[in-house]
């Protein structure tokens, strides 16, 4: 998709033109219909959205994220470029920030227009267009940022939501937030069809659908984690004793009865190793190479199997790579060891 980009305070940000679309479409259905009235609307949009989720992303950053910000056709998203765990209270922070932000830009603009203009200017009269373009300024950031903070997954709101219930231990916090986030879009929509906001009904049922569908998908996760979980304890004992019976037969288990991607390739790094325990480093390398997509074996895994492989060169190799992108000290004494 076409898209703009530019980098802000260090942020990485991608306007896609869907987003521009959707401004226009919106100014004109507010009623500003001149070209320099639409244009203005734009830009309200885009710096009250890419204001909020700045809040994301300076919040973020505090926390040790690196945030890139994309404005997309249904508003804006602030990513991490790097995926690193965050604890749910910082969580909480990070999505209640971008809310915060559009708030008091909202407020400080109410206060700038009904307080501070008539005591400066009394006798000063705006032009009804420049009236209500302040009016849509003051909308887009205070009802924005309250509709934002609806407890419905994936709305500001939704992610609070989730990492306040991951804090209480209660539960499954994505489950909760789902289940909670059913409901609330369903009232939410209807409120909004009422209101003749068509587009509200419509992105509610969107909100429904992703929901649904991400307590499904969750509960296959659990299921998973479960069977990963039982792998985990008992693989230490099995590396200890070798015993590659047991790594092949409960690995092809695990595999066999995987749902996401991630058992699976945790369970093919047990049979890999299982294999070359068992003698048979060729089979073991064949199956590394049997990770599911945009999954890699553990360095450790991959080395030891690449080793009894006889695959020395490749080994070499691939510890440089490691050993350069992440400047560990450890990897790089184990680089000079191989190289000696």
Request: glycine fraction near 8%; hydrophobic fraction near 55%.
């Amino acid at each position: 998709m076409p898209e703009l980009s530019f980098s802000i305070f260090r942020i990485r940000v991608r306007v896609q033109l869907w987003f521009l679309a959707l401004a226009v479409l919106i100014g004109t259905s507010s009623g500003f219909r001149d070209p320099a009235s639409v244009m203005v609307f734009c830009g309200i949009v885009f710096f009250s959205v890419l204001a909020h989720e700045l809040g994301h992303a300076f919040t973020g950053r505090a926390f040790g994220l690196s945030p890139a910000i994309t404005l997309h056709a249904m508003g804006g998203l602030t990513s991490w470029e790097q995926n690193r765990n965050i604890t749910p209270a910082r969580s909480l922070a990070i999505s209640l920030a971008g809310p915060a932000v559009g708030l008091f830009i909202g407020v400080a603009l109410l206060v700038l227009g009904w307080v501070a203009l008539p005591v400066l200017a009394p006798d000063y009269h705006a032009p009804a267009i420049a009236g209500r373009l302040f009016a849509a300024a003051v909308s887009v950031n205070i009802v924005w940022s309250l509709f934002n903070l609806a407890p419905v997954v994936p709305l500001d709101g939704g992610n609070a939501l989730r990492s306040f219930w991951a804090l209480t231990k209660i539960g499954d916090a994505d489950i909760v937030a789902r289940a909670v986030s059913i409901p609330v879009a369903a009232a939410i929509g209807v409120v909004l069809g009422i209101w003749g906001w068509i587009f509200g009904p419509i992105l509610m049922l969107l909100y429904i659908g992703q929901n649904v569908t991400g307590i499904r998908v969750r509960l296959l996760v659990r299921a998973d984690e479960k069977i990963q979980s039982a792998l985990v304890e008992q693989y230490p004992a099995w590396l200890a004793a070798k015993d590659s019976d047991a790594m092949i037969r409960e690995g092809t288990r695990a595999r066999a009865a995987a749902k996401t991607p991630h058992l699976v390739a945790y369970a093919t790094e047990i049979v890999a190793m299982g294999q070359c325990f068992a003698g048979d480093a060729r089979s073991a390398l064949a199956t590394l190479g049997t990770m599911p997509r945009g999954f890699a074996p553990s360095l450790d895994v991959a080395l030891h199997v690449l080793d009894a492989a006889g695959e020395k060169a490749a080994a070499l190799e691939l510890l440089r790579r490691a050993a350069e992108s992440s400047k560990d000290p450890d990897l790089m004494r184990r680089l000079a060891e191989r190289q000696a």
